[in-house]
């Protein structure tokens, strides 16, 4: 019997977990995950397999985890990395994996890392209420000069036609790389459950509104909502298994919903 | 004919360029690299590769670019990833490249991204200058909460017996992973040209020298030591090829070098 897919996270938000559990749901792939545990029961195993060790990994610095057998693996690209050619979501000619992975690391890093820098300018160890001062004037020179750098670039990579036809980041070939864009882009409503555009959505929903109706990016609201009507992943947004925004990696602070002076 | 390695970057500084440099280096890999061109030069290639497409490879965001044959890629952790195995610096055992690549995106992380944002914590498109004020905040309580959280992780790996013994984040085998942290941490004095413990040195000299005097960290001031020391490297940071810290990912503001409140 093969080992199973053994997602390792904190429950309550969709967070950094949220990534892997999309790969896995649009494969059908079976995996454990602790989100159904209480958030103190996710602490300690999140804790426990943090120190490593046990079965020769080193002691990784930040869930999420993922386990599968003897190894134990952090970073959320670096999951995605693992479980992509695995599950056949990491593009079909030779060194694509290194391809998905750049595109993915890109999404990651613009529309997770610096979103989330937003509500935390300052530092992670304090409150936000702590940082709102600093947290406003970054909301409002990232949507005036990140958000349409993002979304311009997304917006080529979809448009650039020398490389074939087609919905996705590799033209024909739907990847993980699009899944991880889809979890930072909501771009129609603010209603219930949505993570990168979806994300971004749910923390500037105004100037997200703004760039939707602009006109300039339509082929990346367009992926968003192909990546959505998947069968597998629109089974899966509808499921109790998929997390409400919350206090995670993208929060909405009215305050910061600024659009772009 | 083999293809050759292509590093595509900017010049002047060492940046995340510098991380694909020491791994080719370490491996005595021949290597082509656009730093010797001028500014202007470096910067029409860099933009001409950026926008991809010409041998089916997706437009990216930004460099470092490194090309190999008709495959090119972007993004440091990436590149590593892609050259670790071929140069044997990957680890020795079955999925050593995930346990080494998430090592590798963590030091990246912590001590690298983290440090940049020291000195522009509200938006890279604007100057240090016009964030002066929260660039300082953000210094003092970077080094109070995140600093020695980042070293007593890295401590932690290197202290941690039950995988072996040895002076590597791997314990005995040696692979990027160690190259990425070296990286990052000049601990003794700041003298000439250093880069993640190499650049947080050069940006936070006071509050380096601090941890590394309390003995708190001395597995991670040993790393830096030792892979100083080892030959190729040595000969790579006596050369004419290693350029200096200057307007970079690690900048030296005496304002910000603030010692832990």
């Known amino acids: ?16 977990g949220e990534h892997v559990r999309l790969i896995l749901e649009e494969a059908g792939a079976p995996y454990t995950d602790t989100r159904p545990l209480p958030m103190d029961k996710c602490r300690e195993i999140v804790t426990h397999y ?10 990784y610095y930040a869930p999420p985890l993922f386990k599968h057998g003897d190894l134990l693996i ?9 479980l992509g050619p695995k599950l056949g979501l990491a593009g079909s000619r030779e060194n694509d994996i290194y391809r ?17 820098d937003c509500h935390h300018p300052i530092v992670s160890e304090l409150y936000y209420e702590d940082q709102k001062e600093e947290s406003l004037r970054r909301s409002k020179e990232w949507v005036k000069h990140r958000l349409p750098k993002h979304l311009g670039y997304w917006e080529k990579v979809l448009k650039s036609e020398d490389r074939g036809q087609g919905p996705w980041l ?35 929903p105004k100037a997200m509104k703004q760039a939707r109706e602009s006109g300039k990016y339509d082929s ?19 499921s109790d ?6 206090w995670g990696i993208y929060r909405y602070y009215p305050d910061n919903d600024v659009l772009p002076e």
Chains 1, 2 share one sequence.
């Not at 952090?74 to 693992?82: A, P, W």
């Not at 990346?220 to 509808?238: C, E, G, S, T």
């Not at 298994?241 to 919350?246: A, G, V, W």
């Open 50 to 59: 943090l120190s490593g060790e046990e079965q020769g990994n080193p002691p």
């Open 241 to 246: 298994r998929r997390q409400k925004y919350d």
């Open 170 to 204: 590799l033209r024909s070939t739907f990847t993980y790389a699009d899944l991880v864009l889809f979890q930072a882009s909501s771009p129609i409503t603010v209603s219930t459950c949505r993570p990168c555009l979806d994300g971004v959505q749910f923390a500037f």
């Open 74 to 82: 952090s970073q959320t690209s670096n999951i995605l990395m693992y």
């Open 100 to 116: 998905v992975n750049a595109l993915a690391l890109t999404a990651l890093d613009g529309l997770s890392n610096e979103v989330h």
């Open 1 to 16: 019997m093969a080992a199973p897919y053994e997602l390792i996270y904190y429950t309550g938000v969709p967070g950094r």
């Open 220 to 238: 990346v609201f367009q992926l968003w909502k192909d990546v959505k009507a998947r069968p597998n992943i629109a089974a899966y947004l509808d």
